[in-house]
């Protein structure tokens, strides 16, 4: 895993990253998050990007919560998350997605991104020798 991610953050060529569903934590970040140098990140209107999914942080926040059956405390606080935090508009409002996009437009969005970005080019690093993970 580390020799993967060391080699995406010294790739020169154009990164474009493509949430679809769920882009959770440490995963979301090794994947292609905008920290690491990602040219462009693009969300499809479904997607989620968060530290954990809904669930997992309602225990994490509120440890086990009891539920009675019906709708159930545990179940309004994992919906109270999910309005509050893995939402689109937080992630476009921080810089984390670039765009959200419609599915179908996906192939043509990449194209014109690849167009775009066809003439990148990366600054050589100004250290003589790489850290490479072994």
Same mark, same amino acid.
Request: glycine residues 8%.
């Given at each position: 895993?580390?020799?993967?991610?060391? #080699?995406?953050?010294?790739?020169?060529?154009?990164?474009?990253?493509?949430?679809?569903?769920?882009?959770?934590?440490?995963?979301?970040?090794?994947?292609?998050?905008?920290?690491?140098?990602?040219?462009?990140?693009? %969300?499809?209107? !479904?997607?989620? $990007?968060?530290?954990?999914? %809904?669930?997992?942080?309602?225990?994490?926040?509120?440890?086990?919560?009891?539920?009675?059956?019906?709708?159930? &405390?545990? %179940?309004?606080?994992? !919906?109270?998350?999910?309005?509050?935090?893995?939402?689109?508009?937080?992630?476009?409002?921080?810089?984390?997605?670039?765009?959200?996009?419609?599915?179908? #437009?996906?192939?043509?969005?990449?194209?014109?991104? $690849?167009? &775009?970005?066809?003439?990148?080019? #990366?600054?050589?690093?100004?250290?003589?020798?790489?850290?490479?993970?072994?």
């Amino acid at each position: 895993g580390a020799k993967l991610l060391y #080699a995406y953050c010294e790739a020169s060529v154009p990164k474009i990253t493509v949430v679809v569903r769920k882009a959770y934590g440490g995963a979301y970040m090794v994947m292609g998050a905008k920290s690491l140098g990602t040219d462009l990140v693009l %969300a499809w209107p !479904e997607a989620e $990007l968060a530290m954990m999914g %809904a669930e997992s942080a309602v225990d994490v926040l509120h440890g086990p919560v009891e539920t009675d059956g019906s709708v159930g &405390e545990r %179940a309004e606080l994992v !919906e109270r998350y999910r309005r509050a935090n893995p939402s689109l508009a937080n992630s476009l409002a921080h810089g984390y997605v670039d765009e959200v996009i419609e599915p179908a #437009a996906t192939r043509r969005r990449l194209h014109r991104a $690849l167009v &775009e970005l066809g003439s990148k080019r #990366a600054d050589p690093a100004p250290r003589k020798h790489a850290n490479i993970p072994l």
